[in-house]
């Protein structure tokens, strides 16, 4: 083995039996940034001199081979050598390249592998050329040498929707060579070996079969449905179904198309949520806080949420002990919970060993002492502060004075439930969205007393179950909602003014929302809110524009879909405009002497979108929210905000 030989500070190898073993160290992800690029160049340029060497290993340091190109070089002005032209030595290069994926190859790390001469892979390994999630395309070959390897069908999927594979299917869709369970490098070093001498398989110089117009045109319309208003995903299905023509000419288009992407807002914002999702978990004043060891969580009420948070917890690994108010009550939410987990199971998203070993980690019981064994408890009973203080003092009673307590209220103050706790620094808020075991936002509430370790303790917990957590402070609503309610505020206002709800509901799902506001509404249904404006009326500053449409509708039975009509009508489940809303907006228009004008699609946006924004600016003055981009990660998350445009914060920027 020779002495290491350093090509740059992030790319160095050492020859073995006359194989270079190249290694790639450039942490956190290996990504192929200048310095790396410039290694690579460097490590080639010495293979084509080194006699004593007759071929190449490269694999990665850490579990990354290579995540991508540094997609915080972006903007930033190109440095020579760039992505592809590294990658195109690679292909020609004079010996032997063999790619060790001794973990993620995901896309320029993936279009560096598919430049080698062959691949192999770690069982732990991934690959996938994820780019449209950043509003992207690949652009270092990606859509032209992936479908020579696997055929434009599998290449259209697999680019279009962004999805990393595992080694095992890399391997059958003939993206990887081989899956090696031993020492990979000392596989990858006999490969070598073995190829010296003989004829190279370059991918680029396969030839890959057109699709037939009627799998292009359904693969095409699949994708292009999914992609509501994107225009990466388009882009790539184009250089994919167009792979067939010479090489040179579809790289050239791609890369012109890459950079085009690359600078477009909708890129831009894709890069602000993916940059916003890592930042989101470093909470202030957390540094160095051990989070205590939760190893049995409690749930208290086995309803939708409790259910739903159950099944999270179970799939986590956690054991769960849930708890309902009688033995019947705790059964059927041990049935509703055992349900959820059969449907992952019958859908594939669970095997039966893990639904069984799931299974014996869940127990019920309506005794309140059998939450004892429990580090934490969850409690989803109804949104009443009496409910919710009357189980808190009863748990105080039974629970480990470390156990933490955790309120998944959607609107009563956490403080207030910690205050009647012997230990309020033991309570905070874990704020689910419905359904729990589904959705991925978790606001977890900081509230007045709530101690770091306990503040870190729900972050670590909110990793296990796989949620997006983003700290918020107290206040109505939290974040999400406090949002929601001023958009849906602006909304009203717009009813009044002359806006009519399908015009409003068509200006959000055009700009990318999946459902307008009202249509949500319906699904949601009306009295829930009805209820809280009710409660509120007795304290509501008269002077507040005050909007009573709502009310109206629901005076009149219109709770929404489930009652066959809300804010529009369903004849057979369709949503369909009712003339009987016009009316009932047009009443409560006249009786404020308010003379309708009409809204444009631009006016209807700027004004909700402002209202978002503005809310945002008050949660961050009042330190509820740490930074605008957690607000505008909760708002794609949990409230349908196209990621596409960044989030209200990012769009209002
Ligand atoms: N560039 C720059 N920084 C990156 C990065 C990248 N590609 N990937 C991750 N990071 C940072 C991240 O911000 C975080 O920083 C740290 O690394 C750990 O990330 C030409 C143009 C690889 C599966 O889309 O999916 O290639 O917060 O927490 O959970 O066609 O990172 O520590 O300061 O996610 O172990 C395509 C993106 C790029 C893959 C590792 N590649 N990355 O997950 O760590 S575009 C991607 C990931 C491209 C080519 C085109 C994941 C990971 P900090 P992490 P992880």
């Not at 062959?118 to 270092?140: H, N, T």
């Not at 869709?173 to 010296?196: H, Q, R, Y």
Request: glycine share 10%; with cysteine; net charge neutral.
């Amino acid at each position: 083995m020779s002495a290491p030989i350093e090509f740059s500070a992030t790319v160095s190898g050492t020859i073995r039996d006359g194989v270079l073993i190249v290694t790639l160290d450039s942490p956190p992800v290996n990504a192929t940034s200048a310095e790396v690029r410039r290694g690579l160049k460097a490590m080639l340029e010495f293979a084509e001199s080194s006699a004593e060497t007759t071929a190449i290993v490269l694999t990665g340091a850490g579990k990354t081979f290579i995540g991508g190109a540094d997609i915080k070089e972006f903007g930033k002005p190109a440095e020579e050598p760039t992505l592809p032209a590294v990658i195109e030595a690679i292909e020609a290069f004079g010996k032997p390249v063999v790619a060790a994926l001794n973990g993620a190859a995901l896309g320029g790390g993936l279009e560096v592998a598919l430049a080698c001469h062959i691949r192999i892979a770690s069982a732990v390994a991934q690959v996938g050329l994820p780019e449209v999630k950043l509003g992207i395309v690949p652009g270092a070959g990606g859509t032209q040498r992936l479908p020579r390897l696997t055929g434009i069908a599998v290449a259209l999927e697999l680019i279009a929707s962004g999805r990393i594979v595992k080694a095992s299917e890399a391997r059958a869709l003939g993206i990887v060579d081989d899956v090696v369970e031993g020492d990979l490098t000392e596989a990858a070093i006999a490969v070598a070996k073995a190829m010296v001498g003989k004829p190279r398989r370059r991918t680029g110089e396969l030839s890959v079969a057109a699709l037939d117009p009627a799998e292009t045109e359904r693969a095409s319309a699949k994708i292009l449905a999914k992609a509501r208003g994107q225009k990466a995903p388009g882009e790539a299905v184009r250089l994919v179904l167009s792979a067939a023509r010479p090489l040179a000419e579809g790289l050239a288009d791609e890369r012109a198309t890459f950079l085009a992407l690359r600078d477009s807002r909708e890129a831009a914002a894709l890069r602000h949520v993916f940059f916003a999702e890592r930042e989101a978990g470093k909470v202030a004043g957390l540094e160095g806080v051990e989070p205590r060891a939760v190893a049995t969580i409690g749930i208290c009420g086995l309803g939708l949420m409790g259910s739903g948070i159950a099944v999270a917890a179970l799939s986590a690994g956690y054991r769960v002990i849930g708890l309902d108010q009688t033995a019947d009550a705790a059964e059927k939410g041990r049935e509703r919970i055992i349900g959820l987990m059969e449907k992952n199971l019958a859908s594939g998203r669970l095997d039966q060993a893990s639904f069984d070993a799931q299974k014996a980690r869940l127990s019920v019981t309506a005794n309140d002492a059998d939450l004892s064994p429990c580090d934490l408890v969850i409690e989803a009973v109804f949104d009443d502060l009496a409910v919710k203080t009357d189980l808190f003092r009863r748990l105080d009673k039974v629970l480990r004075p470390d156990a933490i307590l955790a309120t998944n209220t959607s609107y009563l103050n956490p403080d207030e439930i910690a205050a009647v706790t012997q230990h309020p620094e033991r309570v905070l808020g874990l704020h689910f969205f419905s359904p729990a075991h589904v959705m991925r936002l978790l606001e977890v509430v900081r509230c007045a007393k709530t101690a770091p370790d306990v503040l870190a303790t729900g972050l670590a917990v909110a990793k296990k179950l796989r949620k997006l957590a983003i700290v918020t402070g107290v206040t109505e609503g939290f974040i999400g909602n406090s949002i929601f309610s001023a958009y849906r505020r602006e909304a009203e206002f717009l009813l009044e003014d002359g806006a009519m709800p399908e015009e409003i509901d068509r200006a959000l799902e055009d700009y990318g929302f999946p459902m307008g506001l009202f249509a949500v509404y319906d699904m949601a249904g009306l009295e829930i809110a009805w209820a809280r404006r009710k409660r509120q009326a007795a304290t509501r500053d008269p002077s507040d524009r005050y909007v009573e449409i709502a009310d109206r509708l629901c005076k009149a039975g219109r709770f929404g879909q489930k009652a066959g009509r809300g804010w529009y009508v369903y004849p057979e489940g369709k949503r369909v405009v009712d003339p009987d809303v016009t009316a009932i907006i047009e009443t409560a228009r006249a009786k404020k002497g308010i003379t309708p004008r009409s809204f444009s699609q631009a006016e209807i946006l700027e004004r909700l979108l402002a209202a978002m924004a503005a809310e945002g600016q008050r949660l961050l003055a009042e330190g509820i929210a740490a930074r605008a981009s957690d607000i505008d990660l909760v708002m794609i998350n949990g409230y349908g905000f196209p990621a596409h445009k960044g989030g209200p914060m990012f769009a209002a920027g």
